[in-house]
């Protein structure tokens, strides 16, 4: 790998799209020593992208990956590829592994192996509280110094509020974003889809938009109060989206992530698909009205989209709708999800996987002169019928049967091929 | 459409004639109509042991029991369609043990019908004895099963359909498939 | 022999009311009052389904709907295997569709099944090529318990079209009252539910259903009066207050009953709790139409069976 990092590409011919610049036009595109520059020099290799787009990489703030202790759903190498087949040049990895990622000499084990993958950059959220309990602090500062990218409880919800502004508070000086899952714990128990009229007529038991609503305020109200950066993630509802566009106009730092499926599938789908399991999720899936209001916040800069990647195994979700785990895989599904309920907007597409999530991590995700070279290779063109996951170990794809736009055809990361179609 | 070739079999008078004839051969045979019952199966042997009734009841003043059996959940041929036969009504107002029983049916043909009104008949009693009346006798049969009172015999190819109408403009009609089909 | 025929085409399972047309549903009903002759006979059997294996699955606790299955199978000369949570591996970890594989495996016509989990039928009815009966599946249906309850109202109101039924109790958590509500809009009855918030919350009205809080408002309009079990120890945090008060507000006694009409029906899905959520003097007043509930129920469940159990390669003429 350290002699891939010295070659040097000359990708030409396609549309490079760059957010961050403003810039958005066919032109070559010169890659040497893991870093765009001027000119590639004459032993370049020559990538003919001709009719393809190129987006700065896309990053994922809070996937799954089991590694340690859920080895059986994906592993740091199976994750980092699966992420690089999606598109994504960097993934953190969120706490919710056995035992927990809430101790600085894990996370600092952790990163030494994920040094190792081949496909996107891994990076791990450390968690907020010991064991994601919600009760105690975790060791924050040794994680952020052992390179953490955010801070996280990862699916869980802190239901203490008390704790959560110590958190908070606690997190604010080490500049770190803090990734919340907005949720009021005591409404969600044995919920399983969306509550509303679906969830009524097909005898499933409901998750209230007042819980996602309940949490999304709770954080506002303490980010105000604490300062800290706060970073929503999986939001669903179009209450939700309304609160931290209040916020956002009101200078908090506050951004938010809606997985890619929930701009295209809704609660209806479930009923549609007689209890497929791999639509029970968390978010759940919420009606056509949160959908409009999720795809209005993504178009106006208010949300980002995430994966949403929770995968998961045949063992976990061949059960009962209501005792199947939640989540849904997503990395290798995401951009032709997010390029669809886009209406094929690259531009957007871009600004909502790869520029805003970047710049929660504080990085820029830009295509200009002396950038680290990470970015993507699409074909805006191309029909992908989504089938179960190729890359990542999850079975569980909610989007499988569906026929998207656009495909991924090349990801690189600082120089380095992680994945690859267009190469001999 | 591909036409049906028909020929008139029996008139609507040539068939109350016939049952007229039946009537009489069962008094002769069987005695005054309190000494049997007709059971008819649904849905045509039932509207033939109405008629039977009535013209016993023409004849000799009294009037026989009248029940019927709708053989449905007794036939063997349940599994071989898309379709489930509707259950019709089976209403018997007498003790079938030990009853003589005149079983009556439209068109007599593999016998198969016959066997199902027995094995149903057989769950509601033991009765004295059976004899099968029948208006059509049209052959092919498939078990060992005849008639003791036939109104007409009447020689089919086994593709062909024998229609009864015992309507006012009724009668019995022989239709038969369309060539070359079978 | 005539040729009379389904008037709907065939169906491989019953899983829930909800879809069901109305000429389906009074095909179903049709037939169960026809089939009803034969639990009156001497020979309570009919061979209709000699040689055909019905399984009856129930993960959830219940006597007396697995009994009415495995009776109406009985009466149709299926044979009968039962297969209850508490003896299988289920509780060893193997999941129900690892479970499924084995019963599979059998080869049966039929699987009955109660489950917890709302969907668990369709998810057996997908995956395999048997036909399913819900027998109750979480708080989802109970097409079952709704096509009995819709039977013996027609005995007695004669059509459904027009009548009124007032379903009384936990509505949000309960199958057989969604099943009904399902059943009964389809037939052209109006709905009405009562009940605590917690229980008939203002949301029902998405069923098709109007909501009131107090039984009197629903009892003056009302051809029939349906009582649900209260099963206080199912329910969930704060859910109930304490019994008396249920009873008190929504149980139904004989002065309650007064004001109803003269030839109301009083229906309950049983096990009754006396003295909740009626008084014994309603439960076995002569307006009570419990114990043909009971009865119907074996007609309807003999009258599916007949119904759906499917084709094989059988020997074809008739006549």
Redesign the interface.
């Known amino acids: 790998m350290a002699t891939a990092v010295e070659q040097a590409f000359r990708i030409c011919g396609a549309r490079v799209i760059c957010p961050f610049s403003g810039r958005d036009e066919v032109r070559d595109l010169h890659v040497r020593g893991g870093v765009l520059c001027a000119d590639a020099g004459p032993d370049a290799c020559v990538i003919d992208a001709d009719g393809l787009a190129i987006l700065p990489g896309f990053v994922d703030l809070s996937a799954h990956l089991g590694d340690p202790g859920y080895l059986w759903r994906e592993t740091l190498v199976t994750g980092s590829r699966a992420g690089a087949a999606g598109g994504f040049t960097t993934v953190v990895a969120s706490p919710d592994t056995d035992p927990v990622i809430d101790r600085g000499p894990l996370l600092a084990n952790l990163e030494q192996r994920a040094a190792a993958v081949s496909g996107a950059r891994v990076r791990f959220a450390g968690a907020l509280t010991e064991r994601l309990a919600g009760m105690e602090l975790a060791e924050i500062g040794c994680m952020v110094d052992a390179g953490a990218a955010a801070i996280s409880d990862g699916g869980r919800a802190v239901g203490d509020a008390l704790v959560l502004r110590r958190a908070l508070e606690y997190a604010q000086p080490f500049g770190v974003p803090v990734i919340l899952r907005p949720a009021e714990p005591e409404l969600e128990k044995d919920g399983v889809v969306h509550e509303g009229p679906v969830a009524l007529r097909i005898g499933l038991r409901g998750l209230p938009s007042a819980s996602e609503e309940m949490g999304t305020g709770r954080a506002v109200a303490l980010a105000r109060l604490t300062r800290a950066r706060v970073h929503l993630h999986g939001i669903s509802t179009a209450q939700a989206v309304r609160q931290v566009r209040v916020a956002q106009e009101q200078g908090l730092d506050v951004s938010c992530g809606i997985p890619a499926r929930n701009l295209i599938l809704v609660d209806e789908d479930v009923a549609r698909s007689q209890y497929d399991t791999s639509l029970r999720l968390l978010p759940p899936l919420r009606t056509g009205t949160d959908r409009e209001a999720l795809l209005q916040a993504v178009r106006d800069g208010v949300a980002m989209v995430t994966a949403g990647h929770v995968p998961l195994s045949r063992v976990e979700k061949e059960h009962e709708f209501e005792r199947s785990a939640p989540g849904g895989a997503g990395l290798e599904s995401a951009f032709a999800a997010t390029l669809t309920a886009l209406d094929g907007d690259l531009a957007l597409v871009a600004e909502a996987l790869s520029t805003r999530p970047a710049s929660v991590l504080g990085e820029r995700a830009a295509l200009s002169e002396g950038c680290r070279a990470d970015l993507v290779l699409v074909d805006p063109l191309a029909e992908t019928c989504i089938g179960a996951p190729q890359f990542s170990m999850g079975v569980n794809e909610p989007l499988s049967g569906r026929t998207l736009r656009g495909a991924v055809k090349a990801t690189m990361v600082a120089g380095r091929w992680a994945f690859n179609t267009l190469l001999p | 459409m591909e036409t049906v070739r028909s020929s008139e079999v029996l008139t609507a008078d040539e068939l109350q004639r016939a049952i007229r004839r039946l009537a009489l051969e069962l008094v002769e045979r069987l005695g005054t109509p309190d000494q049997f019952v007709l059971v008819g199966?649904?849905?045509?042997g039932e509207i033939l042991a109405g008629q039977l009734a009535d013209a016993l009841e023409a004849l000799e003043g009294t009037r026989p029991v009248v029940g019927h059996v709708?053989?449905t959940?007794?036939?063997?041929?349940?599994?071989?369609?898309?379709?489930?036969?509707?259950?019709?009504?089976?209403a018997l107002p007498f003790p079938v043990s030990g009853a003589g029983i005149v079983l009556v049916?439209d068109?007599l043909?593999?016998?198969?019908?016959v066997r199902a009104a027995f094995?149903?008949l057989?769950?509601?009693?033991r009765p004295a004895w059976i004899k099968l009346l029948v208006l059509v006798d049209r052959g092919?049969r498939?078990l060992p099963i005849a008639a003791d009172f036939v109104g007409r015999h009447v020689s089919t190819e086994r593709s062909d359909r024998v229609v009864v109408d015992f309507g006012a403009n009724g009668g019995v009609a022989l239709q038969q498939a369309p060539e070359g089909r079978t | 022999m005539s040729d009379s025929t389904a008037r709907v085409a065939r169906r491989k399972d019953m899983l829930g009311l909800r879809g069901v047309s109305r000429e389906e549903i009074t095909q179903i009903l049709d037939t169960a009052a026809q089939i009803r002759r034969v639990n009156r006979r001497r020979v309570k059997k009919v061979p209709t389904l000699r040689g055909r294996t019905v399984v009856s699955a129930f993960f959830e606790n219940s006597t007396r709907t697995r009994m009415s299955f495995d009776l109406a199978a009985k009466r149709l000369s299926a044979d009968v295997l039962g297969f209850s949570a508490g003896s299988s591996s289920t509780k060893k970890g193997e999941t129900l569709m690892d479970t499924a594989r084995n019963i599979d495996a059998w080869r049966p016509d039929c699987l009955i099944i109660r489950h917890p989990s709302a969907g668990a039928p369709h998810m057996l009815a997908k995956a395999f090529d048997w036909s399913v009966i819900n027998a109750g599946d979480g708080i989802h249906e109970h097409p079952t318990q709704a096509l009995l309850d819709m039977l013996t109202m027609r005995d007695h109101l004669g059509t459904l079209e027009g009548r009124t039924v007032a379903i009384v109790g936990d509505v949000l958590h309960s199958r057989v009252a969604r099943s009904n509500i399902f059943g009964l809009t389809t037939m052209g009855a109006k709905v009405v539910v009562a009940g605590p918030g917690t229980m008939c919350p203002p949301t029902l009205e998405a069923l098709g259903v109007e909501v009131r809080h107090r039984i009197d408002e629903v009892l003056e309009d009302a051809h029939v009066v349906m009582m649900l079990r209260v099963q206080r120890e199912r329910l969930g945090k704060a859910v109930m207050t304490e019994v008396a008060e249920y009873a008190r507000l929504y149980g139904l006694d004989l002065d309650r009953l007064q004001r109803a009409r003269p030839d109301v029906l009083v229906m309950h899905p049983g096990p009754i709790n006396r003295g909740v959520e009626m008084t014994p003097d309603v439960a076995d007043g002569e307006r009570s139409v419990v114990l043909e509930q009971v009865s119907n129920g074996l007609a309807v469940r003999m009258a599916l069976l007949y119904l759906l159990l499917g084709e094989d390669g059988g020997d074809g003429d008739r006549g």
């Open positions: 199966i649904v849905t045509g709708d053989i959940l007794y036939r063997d041929d349940l599994y071989t369609g898309l379709e489930k036969p509707v259950l019709g009504e089976t049916d068109v043909f593999t016998g198969r019908t094995d149903e057989w769950d509601y009693g092919h498939e």
